[in-house]
Antibody, heavy 120, light 109 residues
């Protein structure tokens, strides 16, 4: 069974940092692009970042560019999101989502999410 | 990277058909045939329902269909069923990024 399990969410102060993780299982991790998508309270889905299967290319939403860094360790089947200089508007549930093969823009499996709360 | 525009809500009775629109720009929907739709039932993870504008992943009912004209994509659900009640999000590739719509709440009356 294909599974994604996020962790690392927490309550942090404005300007703080966190590293989110997503443990993958049930598929060939290195063959698939991966994404982070977030949902703020009462809002819709917002794409945050994506990374190719090899990790050689990364993509970011303008709202997080320069503050967030996506990476992956294919030997550990794990996806990461380093989130720095956090702002109140980054408060959201962060989901890890598997790309449909190399097509990161189609997300065919999603995790249950990890909650990031940014407070002043 | 502005969000795609969807109606906040739509409704229909069992057996009817409904259509949800998704309006973007020439930077996303209008240029790329890389539009997808997701269903999000309460408490569940989003499910990919449509990709490549009109293709269905295996296991998705053929009651769901997608189309596109210019800068607007559409999702049509025919033969509405109670289990279709959910939030629906459109999504488009947009020059090395991805943009979602704001979501549409479908109520089955």
């Amino acid at each position: 069974e294909v599974q994604l399990l996020e962790s690392g969410g927490d309550l942090v102060q404005t300007g703080g940092s966190l590293r989110l993780s997503c443990a993958a299982s049930g598929f060939t991790f290195s063959s698939c692009a991966m994404n982070w998508v977030r949902q703020a309270p009462g809002k819709g889905l917002e794409w945050v970042s994506a990374i190719t299967g090899s990790g050689g290319r990364t993509y970011y939403a303008d709202s997080v560019k320069g503050r967030f860094t996506i990476s992956r360790d294919n030997s550990k089947n794990t996806l990461y999101l380093q989130v720095n200089t956090l702002r109140a508007e980054d408060t959201a549930v962060y989901y890890c989502a598997k790309g449909r093969e190399y097509k990161f823009y189609y997300m065919d499996v999603w995790g249950k999410g990890t909650t990031v709360t940014v407070s002043s | 990277q502005s969000a795609l525009t969807q109606p906040a809500s739509v409704s229909g009775s069992p057996g009817q058909s409904i259509t949800i629109s998704c309006t973007g720009t020439s930077s996303d929907v209008g240029t790329y045939n890389l539009v997808s739709w997701y269903q999000r039932r309460p408490g569940k993870a989003p499910e990919l329902m449509i990709y490549d504008v009109s293709e269905r992943p295996s296991g998705v009912s053929n009651r769901f269909s997608g189309s596109k004209s210019g800068n607007t994509a559409s999702l049509t659900i025919s033969g509405l069923q109670a289990e279709d009640e959910a939030d629906y999000y459109c999504c488009s590739y947009a020059d090395s990024s991805v943009v979602f719509g704001g979501g549409t709440k479908l109520t089955v009356l």
